[in-house]
């Protein structure tokens, strides 16, 4: 009933491509914008913003990166973490050398990099498919872990080899290291997200998206109807190279403040990939859906014993914690393999009929 | 659509929750976050060390009614050793019970995190003989402490005593010395000091690292095994301990020339290899067994004289009683404040002048059960690390037992290094050392 586009006509192509074309979709989106914009930041404290939300931010950029690659065009990649790592590699060597220069020239200077080192481990993918091509990612994440670690150029020969990020301003607040505060960093981050995921969403509704989804569902049939498969590929690699970048340069700048190599482990990119698989492979929206459940769910079970009045040793309460996610994932697996993102269309479409379905 | 209700419900309901997690206290007890590792693959550490802790601030309690008068509260969180998860630790907890005094990181990766954030929150950081060895500059790093000594300080004393051993520093010449350490900041830490002192003493060394947990180091012994080193360090914690003792006895390397850094000597690295671990070294500040007063204090408030129960929970091992020294040294620094502030509740900066102006002395150390059982400490604006001398203890097969003096570090040249390294820090991040005649 509320939920219904019966009765709102297009009358122009503009209208007819809108990137939302049901209004109720609009309003909703736009609620949404504005309750993070305006109404989190003012009632959520410092842990609401610090521990929990600028991670989720910043890791549904990352699953945006890589649903880009492995949802849209199909490359299978564990190089996730990896590519974060160069973003936050270089934001930091970018910080430190050129001190003046804007924060958010750094973050996009940073994710340059990281598409730069995508596209040079994206090339294997021309020859090499699925579960083949997610190994030679997997070299990417070792190899460039271990840079990281070895050259001590990357984090200016200090004698620890960590990278912590110095305070740094933009447009005159506060913007990276201690003093600033976690309404500034959400403030950056969530507009930095909301900026690349339109630029995503009209990314992959665009020519360019339907080329990487032509070459994700049948790469020979695209070929033959004129998409080149190693410019598409490469390309799919360099721009979610690009998305993963900047949400490693985040992840240092806006919310770890300092790291080192161990911080973008393989575990990360585990992470990044279960987010997209829970989140729903080939939607932006799965990306947010599936962040919030690998980010919110761990953090809710911690601290849900004890506001239920529950108290117990907190080495048992930890394992409890393992094994609920961990049963929870395989049952959401069980029950929507198609992720999140899937149990939400369902909803919309059973919304339509509502109240009378049929 | 039930279904969907559901999720959403709970989705609704989990936000809520986590919105709602930090409660206030209205009476202000001092309150000690503790940031413990009792799951995970560095666990058989951290269990002792949490029990030490936590026994000791409740012995504080029970013996000595608190901080003259004041309840000490604690609350443990589960970092597994892990950056984000203490960070998130510290977010969580800093607000709780009136707000967090002191923090004990338990991992370098966690201090490293919380130094930036201590002069904001106003909560001190002590972290006792690990993190940034650099904070030892108290000029730089106004709110962190890592007494009795550091990371440099004990490489250096680890010199010394080969020295010694060998009859004397010019016997260094030529030597081969291997360090096998944790690929992460933590094992990084003694190598610019090693090579420093390579260069003095002319011996010969060998860095081999070993990465994060540390259960595969076929390689690295290979590689050791072709070096044939005179002399081994070991800078590891959690497994890696335990694997490299039975994998330096695997190619019979002379155990009694094999000597760990104080996290790699407790019972749980060395019992795995069974009598192959016989004649390891490892460095300590404190010395071994249940053999102080506190022990036998602890044993009648704590467990009402059941020893058993006691062994179940660690008593008398190395890192329960690093445990002890550590909160102890923290309980003293919140009554140094005291004696300045008054008998109340202390604030973070309260703490941290209480820190700064800690100096516990023979006779203080009796009374508190700790006599002979650690040494003196002192602390100054300029000195957050009493550059404290360092023990070797050895594994007899059952049991460690002191088998050094205390040793002295080379002050002479890990000061300037500290002061370097404090300084490099200070221009990357904009701070202005300050001036410590002007304290008070």
């Known amino acids: 009933m509320i939920y219904r586009e019966a009765g709102q006509f297009k009358t122009s192509y503009g209208a007819d491509q809108a990137m939302l074309p049901i209004a109720q979709d609009r309003w909703a989106v736009g609620a949404a914008v504005a309750v993070m914009l305006i109404v989190v930041p003012s009632i959520a404290n410092e842990y609401m913003l610090q521990a929990v939300l600028i991670p989720f931010l910043i890791l549904s950029l990352a699953a945006i990166g890589l649903n880009l690659l492995t949802g849209y065009a199909g490359q299978l990649s564990l190089g996730t973490a990896a590519f974060m790592a160069v973003g936050g590699y270089m934001a930091y060597k970018f910080t430190t050398a050129f001190p003046g220069l804007n924060l958010l020239v750094v973050f996009i200077l940073s994710g340059v990099c990281a598409a730069g080192v995508g596209l040079v481990f994206g090339i294997p993918s021309l020859r090499i498919k699925g579960f083949y091509l997610a190994v030679a990612t997997l070299a990417a994440q070792f190899f460039l872990n271990w840079t990281f670690n070895k050259v001590p150029w990357f984090y200016n020969y200090n004698s620890s080899g960590t990278i912590t990020m110095p305070p740094r301003e933009l447009f005159g607040v506060m913007a990276a290291g201690p003093e600033a505060t976690a309404e500034t960093r959400y403030f950056i981050a969530l507009v930095v997200v909301i900026v690349l995921t339109v630029v995503a969403k009209n990314l992959v509704r665009g020519r360019v998206g339907r080329s990487w989804m032509a070459i994700r569902d049948m790469d020979i049939a695209a070929e033959i109807i004129g998409f080149r498969p190693y410019q598409t590929k490469l390309l799919a690699f360099a721009i979610s190279s690009f998305y993963c970048g900047v949400a490693g340069a985040m992840y240092l700048c806006l919310y770890l403040g300092s790291a080192e190599s161990e911080a973008y482990s393989i575990d990360l990119s585990f992470e990044v990939l279960f987010m997209v698989i829970i989140g729903g492979l080939g939607s932006l929206l799965g990306s947010f859906l599936g962040a919030a459940f690998i980010v919110l769910l761990p953090i809710f079970l911690t601290n849900a014993p004890q506001l239920a009045g529950f108290h117990m040793p907190i080495d048992v309460q930890k394992h409890i914690e393992l094994m609920v996610f961990g049963g929870l994932i395989v049952w959401f697996l069980i029950v929507e393999p198609r992720g999140l993102a899937r149990l939400w269309q369902i909803a919309k479409e059973k919304l339509r009929r509502w109240p009378f379905p049929y | ?440």
């Open chain 2, 1 to 440: 659509m039930k279904k969907l209700t559901t999720y959403g419900l709970g989705l609704v309901a989990g936000l809520a929750a986590i919105a709602a997690t930090p409660a206030a206290y209205a009476d202000d007890p001092q309150f000690f976050p503790m940031l413990v590792y009792r799951t995970g693959p560095y666990a058989p550490n951290g269990i002792p060390s949490a029990n030490g802790m936590r026994d000791f601030y409740m012995l504080s309690n029970k013996r000595d009614g608190g901080a003259n008068g004041v309840e000490i509260a604690v609350e443990e969180c589960e970092t597994e050793y892990n950056t984000k998860i203490g960070v998130e630790c510290y977010e969580r907890l800093k607000g709780k019970h009136g707000g967090a005094t002191l923090v004990n990181p338990y991992s370098t990766g966690i201090t490293y995190q919380l130094i930036p954030k201590a002069p904001v929150d106003e909560v001190p950081i002590l972290s006792m003989g690990y993190g940034q060895t650099a904070a030892a500059d108290g000029r730089v790093f106004p709110w962190t402490f890592n007494f009795p000594t550091t990371y440099w300080s004990q490489a250096s004393a680890f010199i010394r005593y080969v020295g010694s051993e060998e009859g004397g520093m010019e016997n260094l010449k030529g030597k081969k010395i291997a360090l096998v350490y944790h690929n992460s900041a933590y094992g990084k830490e003694p190598i610019p000091t090693l090579e420093k002192l390579a260069g003095i003493h002319g011996y010969e060394l060998t860095s081999l690292a070993v990465d994060h947990p540390g259960q595969e180091q076929k390689a690295t012994w290979l590689q050791i095994r072709r070096l044939r080193p005179d002399w081994i360090f070991l800078w590891g914690w959690g497994v890696m301990n335990q694997v490299a003792i039975q994998e330096a006895a695997a190619i019979r390397f002379p155990m009694d020339h094999f000597i760990g850094v104080w996290w790699s000597g407790s019972e749980n690295d060395v019992i795995p290899a069974g009598d192959a671990a016989k004649g390891y070294k490892a460095g300590t500040f404190h010395s071994v067994g249940a053999t102080a007063q506190v022990h036998e204090d602890i044993l009648e408030h704590i467990y009402g004289g059941d020893l058993e129960e006691a062994k179940k929970n660690n008593f008398g091992e190395v890192l329960y009683n690093r445990g002890l020294v550590n909160a102890m040294l923290g309980v003293e620094a919140v009554r140094t404040a005291q004696a300045k502030y008054g008998n109340r509740r202390m604030t973070g900066a309260e703490v941290r002048w209480g820190l700064e102006n800690l100096d516990v002395g023979e006779e203080r150390l009796a009374e508190l059960g700790f006599g002979d059982f650690t040494r003196p400490i002192k602390v100054t604006c300029e000195d957050h690390e009493g550059s404290g001398p360092v023990l070797i203890q050895q594994w007899d097969g059952e049991k460690w037992s002191l088998v050094s003096d205390w040793i002295e570090p080379i002050r002479e040249v890990v000061r300037p290094m500290i002061e370097e390294a404090a300084a490099a820090f200070a221009a990357e991040n904009n701070i202005t050392p300050r001036d410590c005649s002007a304290e008070s």
